[in-house]
């Protein structure tokens, strides 16, 4: 449920208003651990589970 909502909720931001954009990045504490990401840049490239199932 959270998932969903940040979704809808970055979705309507960008909507209405141009000047950033808003994504969401969802990690779970059961993968963060295990796959132990050394930089942001690597933690939104690795977890994007969630991008197609949020919907």
């Known amino acids: ?3 969903r909502r940040i979704k809808q909720w970055c979705e309507d ?3 209405v208003q ?3 954009r ?3 990045v969802y990690v779970d504490q ?3 651990e ?3 990401p050394a930089s942001f ?3 939104t490239k690795s977890f994007t ?5 949020a919907s």
């Open 1 to 3: 449920m959270a998932r």
């Open 13 to 15: 931001i960008n909507r």
């Open 18 to 20: 141009p000047d950033v």
């Open 22 to 24: 808003y994504d969401f």
């Open 30 to 32: 059961e993968s963060f």
């Open 34 to 36: 295990k796959y132990k």
């Open 41 to 43: 840049r690597e933690l």
């Open 49 to 53: 589970e969630y991008k197609c199932s």
